[in-house]
């Protein structure tokens, strides 16, 4: 949901790369559901796994309880959201997720466009 967002508000102004340290098969369909809702389409998204490149590649880096599992490297933002998962929920406990996410993104653009 944090890359549908993410890609939704930002456009092209910001390369948006979406990874786990231990994905799901298929994505969580309450969420596309939930972010259909909101009018963005996160249909196409695919679960990868995070990978050191990945992380080296970037300039901010979100977790999301990722934990000792996710890679630090000097010079790297990073900031560790704590989100309900919304793995196996209904769509009453998704939204509030999904508005939680909206806003977080929001805020994390208007910081990346102040830099």
Known sequence: MAAGWLTHLAGDRIEVRS???APAETINPVAVE????AGVDITGAQPKILTIEAV???????????????????????EDWKLDDPAEQGIEAVRPIRDEIRDRIEKLIAELDAR
């Open 19 to 21: 990874a786990g340290s």
């Open 34 to 37: 939930a972010m259909a809702e």
């Open 56 to 78: 080296q590649d970037s300039d901010v880096v979100i977790t999301m309880g990722c934990g000792d599992a996710c890679p630090i490297f000097p010079g790297k933002l990073y």
